[in-house]
């Protein structure tokens, strides 16, 4: 079976971004799931009662008190579980496929590539400290630390802005 479609090109058969892809979006439901729950408990009860009361059903509620009051937490939950996906490193190195060189550039979705964390997790053992590729594995890790350290700040910025918000307005 082979597909072609521009950048899903290629005959999907394991090794490749588009299968690494799907199984980090399964590893960080769990991140993103459990802080959009704490943040969405996090909305006063009031507010709901508010819109029961103007006759609102459970979707618009939802829809109208619980998501505006909440949506800054979901957009920090949503960052960190990219954070999450960010250092995961062993998954993603068994999965994607570690082409190396020219053909690590991918050019489609079923093609086979590597990430930082997977070049450093690959070729650590073989590198030897008298070159230069030692210390630039040493760089890519520290790049992919500056990476993670940004998103994550980022995250929780925005996931405390959300916890000062108390009912309906925000302190500042």
Known sequence: MVIVFGFF????????IFTASIILAIMIIPTVSSVAREVMKAVPQQQK?????????????FKLAIFPYSKTGLIGASIL???RA????????MLIGNATGASAIPSSLFKPSQTMSSIIANEFVEASPAGLHLPALI????????????????AHLLVTRMLKVKEGAINN
């Open 9 to 16: 090109s290629g005959t999907p058969f394991g090794l490749d």
């Open 49 to 61: 009662e508010a819109a029961y009361m103007l006759g609102a059903t459970k979707w618009e509620m």
């Open 81 to 83: 579980g990219l954070g």
């Open 86 to 93: 960010v250092g995961e490193t062993m998954a993603v190195t």
């Open 139 to 154: 760089g890519v890790g520290l790049i992919l630390l500056a990476i993670a350290i940004c998103i994550n700040v980022v």
